[in-house]
Every structure is written in C-alpha cells, then in structure tokens.
C-alpha cells in the first residue's frame, strides 16, 4: 500500500502540474501579504485623519445646506466625535505618547465615545465592537506585553491573515485542481488499463491516489505558509505568541436587520488561532481531495472533471463570501466551502456576512468529515465496481 502512495507521489512531483501548482501557491501568498500589508497601511494616522477630515467637510456642507432637514446637533456630535478621534492621531502622528500607558489611554478614549455613540444609536454592531476593542487595550494595561499598532504589521497576529485572504476561493481552486486529475487522468493518458492490470486491488489504488494528494498539498502549503510566517516576522515583526486577538462575535436578525450579540466578543492567544487554523485547514484540504477525487472518478476526462470543480467551487466561494442569498443562510453551513477561511468563521464575519448563520467551527470539523467520507466513498465504490477493461 505505502509503495503505491511513494509511487504516486512521486508521479505528481515529476509532473508539470505540481510546478504550475507550487508558483501558483506562492502567487497567492505574495498577493496575500500584500493585501495585508495595504489594509495596515490604510490605517496609519495620517491616513485616518484624513478620512474623518473629508467625513467632517461633509457634514459641515450638510449643514449649512439650506433645505437640510435632519438633526443639525447629531451631525455636530459625529464632528465633535470625529475631531477628537483627530487629536489622538494627531498625538500618535507627532510621537507624542511618551509610554505605552498614554498610548493606550487614548484609543480608550476614542473607543469609548465610540461606544456611547453606538450605545444611543442602538447600533450593536459598532458597540461590540468598540466593547471587543476596550477588552484588547484593557488586557495591555496590567501585561507586560505591547499593544500593536492598527497600522503595524506582525507575524504570530497576522500569518492568521494571510492564510484567510487566500483561502477564500484562490485555495479551494487550487485544491481542485491539483487533484482533478487523479482518477481521470489516467483515461487521458491511456494508462487506466495497465493500471488496472497490476495484482493491486483497485481498492488500494484508489486509497494510494488519495493519500499522496493529500499528502502533497498539505505538505507544500504549511511549508510556503511557514515561508510567509518567516518573511513576515523578519520584515516586520514577529511579536509574541501569546499576543491576544479578537474572535468570537456573534450575531443574529433583530428586527430583520442583523446585530452582534452583546458580549460574545472575547481574547484568545495568537498561537491559539494559528493552531485551529492549521487543523481546520487540514480537514478542509481532505475534504475538497475527496470532492475533486469524486468528480475525477465520475467524468473520464480531465478538462470535465477540472473544469466543472473549479467553476462550482467559484460560484459557490462567491455566493457564500461575496453574494450571499439570505433565505439560504440555513443551508451554508451544509456546504463545506463554508469553511475555507478559518478567520472569518473564528472572528464571527462570516456569520454577519449570511445574516446572522450559524456556522462554526466545532460544526465546520463534522460538516467536512461527512463531506470526505460521502465523496471518498461514492469514489470508492465507483472505482471498484466498475468494468473499465471492456
């Protein structure tokens, strides 16, 4: 059996799939880091100052528009909130925080006129996150730890970044097609019954096919994720492994808008979401194996297989990530390209995003088990049982 997976492992090394798989991996983390490093970027001081400066310009002009109609003294309580938030980036911009405890004082202050203005405009979004953000700066005050900056950029707080960026439709594509190839691929090639004609049970080398793709890709993605894991801290910074992060809010239809659940937010140590982070991802590398298996098994040609994989994985990426339907919020938590993005699922943004779902990932680990299992399975049995050498 662990000759036939040495075997097949060493066919996809040697072929030109695994080379146009590998620079396509590193692509989509150089795109992934990049991406992480812009967003950081947008949020320097300056930057934000000069956002709420055009915000205010446009409040004043509302103002003193002639017609307007609306309350002239909650525009003026968004300018006095806005002009504050400027004094403390102003402070940050000129290096005038003297000590970590003067910085943290002052997003405290902004965070809490932001919670009050939230607070009296019923806004439970924006007041959880002010609430989550209070408990961040709040944990820094008696830990010898550092808060990071909003515009700073660390490896054990932000590898959780990358690998979510690039797991939202780029991954799972990828995944399709590196294994979309395993069983129709030898029709392509003609090889199917010389395959067959070995005295190795097909059950054997279907198992042997399954076990070195996944094998390979689990193995290449951690080791370009360490690669980025590795040029992250040493270019920025890699900070401490117990550094806290955000996860957990929740959020449900109130009044058929959807809100956060008041409270739910909650800290957990970086390395603590890397690491569910890596056992979600391997389960969701099996899984879409087991899916591309299956197709690969169905259709006997590669291009069918690779193409009808890719496209449903991208429309279905879209409609979850990008364009979620809500009357079908009950359902994505059935599909297992929920579950891509472990960051999204663990900070709760992906359960704002379908309205309020459920998914979680206690639910994403036995989703995608009984997803492996069905698709392993239904290939099994095909495989199997049916007369290929006729």
């Given at each position: 059996?662990?000759a ?6 060493l066919k996809?090394l ?27 970027n ?24 002639d ?7 909650e ?10 938030q400027?004094?403390v ?5 000129s290096?005038?925080?003297k ?6 004082k ?9 919670k ?14 002010a ?9 820094f005050s ?11 950029v660390?490896?054990?707080e ?11 439709i ?10 979309s ?6 029709y392509?090639a003609?090889?199917?019954?010389m395959?067959?004609a ?6 054997k ?18 080791l ?64 879409s194996v ?5 197709l ?5 040609t ?5 193409g ?37 699922i663990l ?10 779902s ?10 995608l ?13 095909i ?8």
């Amino acid at each position: 059996m662990w000759a036939l997976v040495e075997n097949e492992v060493l066919k996809f090394l040697r072929g030109k799939k695994f080379l146009i798989f590998l620079l396509s991996l590193i692509l989509v983390f150089v795109y992934g880091g990049f991406s992480v490093y812009h967003e950081a970027n947008e949020k320097r001081p300056e930057n934000l100052m000069d956002s709420n400066n055009k915000t205010i310009a446009v409040l004043n002009e509302s103002i003193r528009y002639d017609n307007f109609q609306g309350d002239k003294n909650e525009l003026l309580k968004n300018i006095e909130n806005l002009e504050r938030q400027n004094e403390v980036y102003q402070k940050e911009i000129s290096n005038m925080f003297k000590d970590k405890e003067e910085y943290i004082k002052g997003k405290i202050a902004i965070l809490e006129n932001q919670k009050k203005y939230a607070e009296a405009e019923k806004n439970t979004i924006l007041e959880e996150e002010a609430t989550g953000k209070l408990q961040y700066y709040n944990y820094f005050s008696s830990s010898d730890l550092t808060p990071k900056r909003d515009y700073e950029v660390s490896a054990f707080e932000d590898i959780s970044k990358v690998i979510s960026k690039v797991s939202i439709i780029l991954i799972p594509i990828l995944i399709v097609f590196a294994a979309s190839d395993l069983v129709s691929g030898e029709y392509d090639a003609s090889t199917i019954k010389m395959l067959l004609a070995k005295p190795v049970s097909r059950g054997k080398i279907i198992c042997s096919k399954f076990i070195s793709s996944i094998l390979i890709i689990i193995t290449t993605l951690t080791l370009i994720e360490l690669i980025t894991f590795l040029v992250l801290g040493f270019s920025t910074n890699f900070r401490s492994y117990n550094s806290p992060m955000l996860i957990g809010t929740k959020y449900a239809m109130v009044n058929e808008e959807v809100g956060a659940v008041l409270g739910s937010t909650y800290l957990i140590e970086a390395w603590k979401v890397i690491g569910i982070t890596f056992i979600v991802q391997i389960a969701f590398i099996i899984c879409s194996v087991a899916f591309a298996l299956l197709l690969s098994t169905i259709f006997k040609t590669t291009v069918t297989s690779l193409g009808i994989g890719t496209i449903t994985v991208a429309i279905i990426s879209l409609l979850i990530f990008f364009m979620p339907f809500p009357f079908m919020k009950e359902i994505y938590p059935l599909i297992f390209i929920s579950y891509s993005s472990t960051l999204e699922i663990l900070t709760g943004a992906l359960n704002r995003n379908l309205g309020g779902s459920n998914i979680s990932i206690s639910l994403g680990l036995i989703v995608l088990a009984i997803w492996a299992v069905s698709c392993f399975t239904a290939s099994y049995k095909i495989f199997t049982k049916e007369d290929v050498l006729t």
